[in-house]
């Protein structure tokens, strides 16, 4: 009688317990641009290439985010003179507007005449946009920049 080999059933992959629900995949570039890779795992200290690519990535999706009009974070950080007259009253009016946007706001000292603020928002990017535009075209404003985030959504 033929030997009959038994159909043993394939047992489930176990995950492995390190992986964190990481996937790998190959990629391919051309040398130019893996010297680029290379010199930014560098000059910001990345520990390897996955990490760095996993953080430009995620820079990429909150400008995504920024330009689909996601809900978004930012922080606005505004130099100005604080003797201009009438400029406070116009920002915290300002700021009074949109308060649906402005979770938090910290002034600092610079010297006698100036200060920074930092104005912590969340909400729609077009809506952050506008209030930091509005702000920032006040007479006595020095210097102005709105510095874009993610609200968390992005892993």
Known sequence: MPKVNPVRKKSPRKKNPFSNGVKRFGVSLEEDLLKELDALV?????????????SLIRNSVVVQNWEDNKEVAGCLVIVYDHHKRDLMNKSVT?????????LSVQHV???HHNCLEMVALK?????LKELADKLIALKGIKHGQL???????VK
Not at 42 to 54: E, L
Not at 94 to 102: I, K, N, P, R, T
Not at 123 to 127: D, I, L, R
Not at 147 to 153: A, I, L, N, Y
């Open 42 to 54: 560098k000059a910001h200290k990345f520990p390897n290439r996955s990490q760095a690519v996993r």
């Open 94 to 102: 300002l700021q009074h507007a949109y308060e649906e946007l402005v």
């Open 109 to 111: 000292h610079l010297d």
């Open 123 to 127: 909400g729609k990017a077009s809506k």
């Open 147 to 153: 510095v874009m985030s993610s609200v968390g959504s």
